[in-house]
């Protein structure tokens, strides 16, 4: 029983910032602009939070900066998908490679650690935060495990998701600006009519979605490591990708998705060199591969459909 | 002012000031990051230039890179001609050299050198290709979107691969996760050695065969995409998929088969690392190769010349930097794909970006 309530712990834990990325996709693919370089822009906010943690002291002051850089990279992408009408795949690709070359060499020259930040002190990063009577209740049969694991003793990063999360699905489906980026991701020109200016909400959507993968990567850094080790988003990024094709761009699929991938990853972690009765021992790069061969089966529409929105990787041009 | 329009430049100047601006605004921002970290740019571009081309070895190893970039940035290039991002090379690669040494340890004990060679050049394509075929068969056949995909299938082949390593490839009592040596029939043969039989001295660089294959490959490439009916094909479903389809080509097939062709070529990419260099395939032997790849197509605009002039570029800048990192321990091999991302970006998504500050030189008087 604790077993799994510890398993359940860790998939929460390593949830979140699949959770926070891929919410940040959904605004961007919803507004029509696909976005493969949420992979770089974790990776940078995680850079950024934890040096300006470091700097400052503050936890919070870091994940400022790294919503701060993450916001600049989704600008850079959006001046090439909006404003340039250039090309988002390559755009994407490129803010990934860029991210991967230049923290470690900012990291290098900056703190001289191998292009790693320093190991941050205590007051320099987010803490689990206990909640009353966890000690009282932690006995309690099914109970206690399940307070003690999974309510209580996360970041507050953690509780900040689960706030956005239903935030973010009534801002998509119920909002005035969240009907505006449907409307833009489906059919653009439509909207354009309708008075709406497509290039603003593109802006709009991509600024949250850069704000979310900043959240996501301070969590990587100024939490859960507590400091930036090179290439740490380590394909978080695309791993979220892939949750939101799998929830079919919907939030709350998509963020069962996440929990999905975050529990494979849990269990493989425990599954290493373990021998189970029946199979024998599972290979770990069995239960890697997982996510990414359910979203090969599910993009090529064996287990399901996956509509993407209509408009996406669709540069809008006003009028011809 | 209006971004993102077709050019109105004369060709030349297309092919030419275009990407020459780019590269200099790439250059520029790196420069600025270099001057950030308390380094003198000016210093480092020449340290940089003298480590890839001022002495023998420097050069050999410049175009040894080279040689991989030519295959890898083909590679994307054929997949770009039909219209296909192909961000799959680093996983159709490390498949390749999965072949060559499957190839290998099957029939380097007896075989001689002559059918060798041959068969480990057929292996590398031949898996490259398999590789590339499924993404490919997806996007025809399944409408699964081929970018999402190849980066998949490059996370599936780097799990295969470490699966494969750690129960049946890696060598015994070896200390790195590597394979075997193979033997020596299976090797490419090297520069110095060609040299030595028409009686010339050439410095000991993993220089090899494998460049005399890659620029053969051009030409073919040049041969098939320009002057041939399925080149023809391949452009036009590239250009306009609607129109293809109703000429009466195969889209499908179109597709499935200029992703094989990705795929052999990004293959021969290990033959030049393993059989050329390494002589066994050590676990991290791609080393972002693929990625290369894209930017070197971007670069060279998806044309044989071109992508030979930037596969020397990227090879220089790789070379040149491990040099410059020694004199300069703060300058990292990061910071070549810190400007490998930039190239893609400029040359890449913004390709057009200085066209309207020049455009006014080029205007024909009234």
């Known amino acids: ?320 | 002012m209006k971004f993102g329009q077709p050019s109105t430049l004369p060709r030349w100047a297309q092919l030419s000031v275009l990407p020459l601006l780019n590269l200099l605004a790439a250059l520029a921002i790196t420069g600025l990051v270099v001057w950030l970290i308390g380094e003198d740019p000016w210093e480092c571009l020449k340290l940089l230039v003298g480590g890839a081309f001022g002495y023998g070895e420097g050069i050999g190893y410049t175009l040894f890179y080279t040689t991989g970039y030519i295959f890898t940035g083909l590679s994307v290039a054929a997949a770009f001609h039909a219209g296909l991002f192909n961000i799959g090379g680093e996983g159709q690669v490390y498949i390749a050299g999965l072949g060559v040494s499957l190839a290998c340890y099957a029939f380097d004990s007896f075989m001689p050198a002559v059918f060798m060679v041959p068969l480990t050049i057929m292996a590398s394509m031949l898996f490259g290709a398999a590789w590339a075929f499924m993404p490919g068969y997806l996007q025809a056949k399944r409408g699964s979107h081929i970018v999402v995909t190849t980066i998949m299938f490059n996370y599936i082949a780097a799990a295969l691969m470490g699966y494969l390593f750690n129960r049946v490839l890696m060598e015994k009592g070896g200390t790195n996760t590597a394979t075997r040596a193979f033997a020596e029939a299976s090797w490419m043969p090297s520069m110095q050695q060609m040299g030595g039989w028409l009686g010339l001295t050439l410095p000991n660089t993993p220089l090899n065969a494998s460049l005399f294959i890659a620029l053969i490959c051009c030409v073919l490439f040049w041969l098939v995409v320009w002057h041939s009916k399925w080149g023809f094909e391949l452009r036009t479903v590239g250009t306009n998929e609607q129109a293809a389809r109703f000429a009466g080509m195969n889209v499908s097939k179109v597709v499935i088969v200029a992703m094989c062709f990705a795929g052999a070529l990004a293959g021969l990419a290990a033959v030049n690392e393993i059989l050329g260099s390494t002589h066994r395939m050590n676990m991290t032997f791609t080393n972002g190769i693929g990625f290369v790849g894209i930017a070197v197509a971007l670069m060279g605009r998806n044309h044989p010349v071109g992508i030979v002039l930037s596969a020397l570029l990227f090879g220089a800048l790789t070379q040149g930097g491990l040099d410059l990192s020694l004199d300069k321990p703060n300058i990292t091999r990061e910071m070549i794909i810190f400007i490998q991302g930039l190239i893609i970006l400029f040359c890449g998504a913004l390709e057009n970006l200085f066209e309207p500050f020049i455009a006014p030189l080029f205007k024909r008087k009234p």
């Not at chain 1, 599954?271 to 770990?284: A, I, K, N, T």
């Open chain 1, 1 to 320: 029983m604790d077993l799994l309530f510890s398993i359940l712990e860790s998939t929460l834990r390593a949830a979140t910032p699949l959770m926070l990325a891929s919410l940040a996709g959904l605004f961007s693919e919803r507004s029509g602009v696909v976005d493969i370089s949420l992979e770089g822009k974790i990776l940078a906010a995680a850079f950024a939070s934890a040096s300006v943690a470091y700097i400052s002291h503050s936890p919070w002051m870091g994940m400022a900066a790294g919503m701060g850089v993450a916001v600049a990279l989704a600008m850079v992408h959006a001046f090439v998908s909006v404003t340039y009408n250039g090309n988002q795949l390559i755009s994407g690709m490129a803010i990934n490679i860029i991210a991967s070359g230049l923290t470690p060499v900012l990291g290098l020259a900056w703190f001289q650690q191998g292009g790693n930040s320093p190991q941050l002190e205590s007051d320099m990063r987010f803490h689990e935060i206990a909640w009353p009577g966890v000690d009282a209740v932690r006995d309690i049969p099914f109970i206690g495990p399940f307070y003690s694991h999974l309510i209580s003793g996360h970041s507050i990063i953690v509780y900040l998701t689960f706030i956005i999360i239903p935030v973010v699905t009534w801002f998509i489906y119920r909002s005035r600006f969240g009907l505006r980026v449907r409307a833009v991701g489906e059919n653009p020109h439509a909207a354009d009519t309708a008075g709406i200016s497509v290039a603003r909400i593109r802006y709009t959507a991509l600024f949250w979605g850069g704000l979310l993968c900043g959240m996501a990567g301070t969590f990587l850094s100024v939490y859960q490591t507590g400091g930036f080790i090179r290439e740490m988003s380590a394909g978080k990024g695309f791993l979220a990708l892939a949750a939101l094709i799998f929830g079919k761009w919907r939030p709350v699929p998509a963020v069962i998705g996440c929990l999905l991938f975050a529990f494979f990853d849990a269990i493989q972690i425990r599954l290493e060199g373990v021998s189970l009765p029946m199979v024998g021992e599972v290979p770990s790069q069995l239960i890697q591969v997982i996510p990414y061969v359910l979203t090969v089966l599910l993009m090529a529409g064996f287990v399901g459909r996956a509509t993407a929105p209509k408009a996406i990787g669709v540069p809008f041009v006003k009028s011809r």
